[in-house]
């Protein structure tokens, strides 16, 4: 059983910056692949981007390539993602994911899920 917590999020004008993190619980997390995805209001939840357990595999979505960074610290059982750039269509809630099986773009594929934590970008 994983539990996560995801923080960091916030308002911020477009062209800034956030950093989000997500604090995980249980042992088995570093074999676990991570992701985080988003939701805006009254759309689906959309994959941002995921990373294999050792971090040798990262992908993105079209959308926040290049500007979004994800990243993961084992040892203190932690998930980042970087947003730099961020413009107003990135507005939404973001969630951390972990464990997944099947397509790792869709959320139902998808075991374990945080609260989810707001990000409003402001023209």
């Known amino acids: 059983q994983v539990q996560l917590v995801e923080s960091g999020g916030g308002l911020v004008q477009a062209g800034g910056s956030l950093r989000l993190s997500c604090a995980a619980s249980g042992r088995a997390f570093s074999s676990y692949p991570v992701a985080w995805f988003r939701q805006a209001p009254g759309k689906d939840r959309d994959f941002v981007a995921t990373?294999?357990?050792?971090?040798?595999?990262?992908y993105y979505a079209d959308s926040v390539k290049g500007r979004f960074t994800i990243s993961r610290d084992n040892a203190e059982n932690m998930v980042y993602l970087q947003m730099n750039n961020l413009k107003p269509e990135d507005t939404a809630v973001y969630y951390c994911a972990a464990e997944v099986d099947g397509n790792w773009k869709e959320p139902r594929s998808w075991d374990y899920w945080g609260q989810g934590t707001q990000v409003t970008v402001s023209s």
């Open positions: 990373m294999t357990p050792s971090g040798g595999n990262i």
